[in-house]
């Protein structure tokens, strides 16, 4: 079972606690992404966040009306129940933006049952090049010392 809150009311909730990205997924026109918050006692949930506010730029206001860019789901209570939300979504089809290390396996295996093996990989590579782009854009202050 799914809790569904208000808007408001996970994000007044989402603010007393620590909030961290676990996965985002990026699409033409939008983004896909499973947030992780871990309450004072330390118990942790998930909530899944649809932004298709790109959209609204290429839409003229008949066309865009009625339509909702943004939507977020209340607490859901594991990780894998928020890969069930994103499920409804060709999720594993879409451009791997991000993934936190504690969820890598998790993902690649959640990839692999719903697109395969070739997916898995297109995976992999896509999330290894950001890696060695994020070293490379960002280097450490070791890494700029050597330079000197």
């Known amino acids: 079972m799914m809790l ?30 499973v947030w992780s918050v871990t309450a004072k006692d330390g118990a942790r949930s998930f ?5 298709e506010s790109t959209l609204k730029d ?6 865009g009306s009625g339509l909702t860019y943004y939507s977020k789901t ?20 879409l451009y791997p933006s991000f993934v936190h290390q504690d969820f890598i396996d998790i993902v690649y295996a959640a990839v692999m049952s719903r697109g395969g093996e070739e997916e898995a990989n297109r995976w992999r590579r896509i999330l290894e090049r950001s890696k060695n782009r994020i070293k490379h854009d960002n ?6 010392e050597k330079k000197r």
């Open 4 to 33: 569904v809150l208000d808007s408001a009311n996970v994000e007044e909730q989402v603010n007393k606690k620590k909030k961290e990205l676990v996965l985002e997924i990026g699409a033409a026109g939008g983004s896909l992404s």
């Open 74 to 93: 209340g607490r859901l209570n594991s990780f894998t129940a928020a890969l069930v939300v994103l499920d409804r979504y060709p999720w594993h089809r």
């Open 58 to 63: 290429f839409l003229d206001k008949e066309d």
């Open 139 to 144: 280097p450490s202050s070791s890494c700029l």
């Open 47 to 51: 909530f899944v966040v649809r932004d």
